[in-house]
């Protein structure tokens, strides 16, 4: 028996190494059309963009993960095409066949389509080689723009502000992040960049770039008409999964490709994992596509226990964080618009956390700066804990304390 992982992605490696610590004893091979060591891509967006740093890619496992594990990588080389009947992969060199074949394909920056969209100057951020263009280009960068304010766009706001740019930033939304955060945490957000010197402007989208006198962005003109100066450009409008091979392959996709509670495709010789899968939720009763490392990780730990004959429903808790400067938010579960809200902790000193109430209990915490309450937080919503509104408001509750506090039923 033999395992086909298409990504040599987060989601990738981890399960090529879930298997092998699981017992599997098959092949495995790993398809990564990136060269060189596959990375962690979180800190392409915060560390390595920091000023004064001559920056190196921190690896996902070292050179010798695969030679002590007995996991082929073939680096630099595209699965092209699957025959799903003949259950093989089709690669820019020759073919593979395989027994279970595996989608980490990860996501594809959404890029622009206005006027000026690809002058020389404008920038994507998600892999390695994006992350070195910037770090080149910051140092002399004057004016930023940068389009989204979501987490990738905040990050760089926040580093491009330590470089001592000008940074404006254009969000069509009311508010930053508004896909993933409560109203409290985005508009606190909106203040503490601002209070940053971030030119925050939300409800203006980009309109057109115009370019400079030498040929490269000179501008970003806005939705209102209004024209900020840009030498560098950011473009952050979020990613869309890489799911054309599966679809091509006669795989169902709906916002990425779909699987069961077991992250399987329809074949069942077929799974997908990480920004690539369509899954059904246990946490959002919906069927989601997430973007995180802990959702890369957890499914793909859960999916080498598939492939091994486990019918579990994969069901962990989604939990993220995201580095912007001085502020380190931590989510734990999914927030929702209309959860009822309430902040413990000292907002004033950018150290508190905002619990969010669906149907009376804590159904998510997104924190700031306290990492404590995050971890609590955790342990609480993934152990099913019953944290009532009324408990939460009593004086002297902490997310910790709860922790070590016998659970209160739902019903009380
Ligand atoms: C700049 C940045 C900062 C981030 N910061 C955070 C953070 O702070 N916290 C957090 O939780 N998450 C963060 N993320 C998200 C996180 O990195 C991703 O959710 C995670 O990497 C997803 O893992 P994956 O394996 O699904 O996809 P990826 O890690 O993207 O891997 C997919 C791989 O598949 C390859 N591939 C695609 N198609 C093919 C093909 N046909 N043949 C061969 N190879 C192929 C791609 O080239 C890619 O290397 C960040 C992402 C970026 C880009």
Not at 98 to 104: E, G, I, N, P, R
Not at 153 to 160: D, I, M, Q, Y
Not at 200 to 227: K, M, Y
Request: charged content about 20%; glycine content about 10%; overall charge negative.
């Amino acid at each position: 028996m033999n395992v086909v992982i298409i990504g040599g992605g987060q989601a990738g490696l981890q399960i090529a190494d879930s298997l092998r610590t699981e017992g599997f004893e098959g092949k495995i091979e790993v398809i990564a059309e990136e060269s060189g060591l596959p990375y962690q891509r979180p800190p392409l967006s915060k560390d390595y963009l920091a000023p004064g740093k001559e920056p190196a890619p921190l690896p996902l496992r070292g050179a010798s993960f695969f030679v002590d594990k007995n996991i082929t990588l073939h680096e630099g080389v595209q699965a092209l095409a699957i025959d799903r009947a003949q259950r093989k992969v089709k690669l820019t060199e020759g073919s593979l066949e395989y027994d279970h074949l595996v989608f980490a394909t990860g996501a594809r920056n959404r890029t622009l389509t206005c006027t000026g969209a690809s002058l020389p100057g404008i920038h994507g951020l998600k892999t390695l080689a994006d992350a070195e263009a910037l770090h080149a280009a910051l140092p002399t960068a004057r004016n930023i723009v940068i389009v989204g304010a979501g987490f990738i766009g905040l990050e760089f706001a926040a580093a491009a502000r330590a470089h001592g740019c000008n940074v404006t930033v254009l969000e069509f939304a009311p508010l930053p992040m508004g896909r993933a955060l409560t109203s409290v945490m985005g508009e606190w957000f909106a203040a503490a960049h601002r209070s940053q010197g971030v030119d925050l402007r939300l409800g203006e989208g980009i309109g057109r770039f115009e370019p400079g006198a030498d040929g490269r962005v000179g501008a970003a003109v806005s939705t209102t008409g209004a024209s900020y100066p840009a030498d560098l450009v950011l473009v952050g409008i979020g990613v869309q999964s890489n799911d054309t091979l599966a679809s091509e392959a006669g795989l169902e996709i709906s916002n990425g490709i779909v699987v069961d509670e077991t992250l399987r495709t329809a074949d069942p010789a077929v799974l997908a994992i990480g920004d690539c899968a369509s899954f059904p939720s246990a946490h959002a009763h919906a069927r989601l596509r997430l973007e995180s490392v802990q959702n890369a990780t957890d499914q793909a730990r859960h999916a080498a226990r598939t492939i091994l004959g486990a019918e579990s429903p994969y069901t962990e808790l989604p939990w993220f964080w995201s580095t912007q400067g001085p502020y380190r938010l931590q989510m734990a579960g999914l927030a929702r618009p209309d959860d009822d809200t309430l902040v413990l902790g000292d907002r004033a000193g950018a150290k508190f956390s905002v619990l969010c109430f669906r149907e009376g209990v804590l159904a998510a915490v997104e924190s700031v700066n306290m990492a404590a309450d995050h971890m609590a937080a955790r342990k609480l919503l993934a152990a099913g804990t019953a944290i009532t509104r009324v408990q939460a408001e009593t004086e002297g509750f902490t997310l910790k304390a709860a922790v070590n506090t016998p659970a209160t039923p739902v019903s009380a």
